[in-house]
């Protein structure tokens, strides 16, 4: 469940940049370490690629990104005692930010 809640939030905000491209990147640095307890793969960014692909996501799908990252940086640090409730936290900002309805032209940038 955490991986793929990652890889579906990753593929989608990797997707989407311009000025997000800073805070996915700072964001994708910090999760790993907060979250490493919990064996959270690391993420693959590539800011030019993420600048490029602004102009294929819509205001409102920056929105939606932006409300996921801003629900990803207040879930609780994961320990091993807690994954299950991690798990849940993160497929909750998926859910509730409507990351995984994002735009196909912003989902399917490279």
């Known amino acids: 469940m955490i991986r793929l809640a990652l890889a579906t939030a990753a593929a989608v905000v990797l997707s989407a940049c311009g000025n997000l491209c800073d805070r996915i990147e700072s964001q994708n640095t910090s999760f790993e370490t ?7 793969p690391p ?15 819509t205001a409102a799908d920056q929105e939606k990104i ?5 629900c990803a940086e207040k879930i609780a640090a994961c320990t091993q005692d807690k ?6 936290s993160l497929g909750n900002c998926v859910t ?3 990351i ?6 912003c989902a399917n940038a490279p």
Request: aromatic share 8%; hydrophobic share 25%; charged share 20%.
């Open 83 to 88: 994954v299950l409730a991690f798990s849940e």
């Open 96 to 98: 509730s930010s409507g």
């Open 66 to 70: 932006n409300k996921y990252l801003d």
């Open 34 to 40: 907060k979250h490493k307890a919990c064996g959270t």
């Open 43 to 57: 993420q693959d960014f590539n800011k030019t690629t993420c600048n490029e692909s602004l102009s294929k996501c």
């Open 100 to 105: 995984s309805s994002v735009s196909a032209g």
